[in-house]
């Protein structure tokens, strides 16, 4: 099994119309995405998610070609998280999570 911490990563700087569905597609073309974690507060001008890949390599890849890109109009910062989403001893700070079943969730277009 895969070091779990190493394979999390923090997103900062997002801006706050971005969901959950954005920032897996987004993601997911570095590795498949076990947690989607979104953090945001009402009138807050800066949200940050935690992601969880399959691999430490994932992770890896997605913060060499995603910090400092551009997501909905904001810089984005991509980091690794230092902690697991994924076990027992660490609770998932927020219930705005998803879990991947093998296929993207659906985005709405309206």
């Known amino acids: 099994m895969a070091d779990r911490r190493k394979a999390t ?6 801006a706050p119309g971005v969901t959950e569905n954005v920032l897996y597609n987004a993601f997911i ?3 498949e995405i076990i947690t989607v974690a979104l953090h945001n507060k009402e009138k ?3 949200c940050f998610a935690f992601l969880e ?3 430490s390599e994932d992770a890896k890849e997605a913060i060499a070609n995603m910090n400092y890109s ?5 810089v984005i910062r991509v980091s690794p998280a230092n902690f697991a989403l994924s ?3 660490t609770p998932v700070p927020d219930s705005a999570m998803i879990t ?3 296929t993207p969730p659906s985005v709405s277009n309206s």
């Open 70 to 74: 551009v997501l909905y109009d904001r």
């Open 44 to 46: 807050a001008d800066r």
């Open 9 to 14: 990563i923090h997103l900062g700087n997002l």
């Open 87 to 89: 076990t027992e001893e």
């Open 29 to 31: 073309p570095f590795g």
């Open 100 to 102: 991947s079943s093998g």
């Open 53 to 55: 890949f399959e691999s």
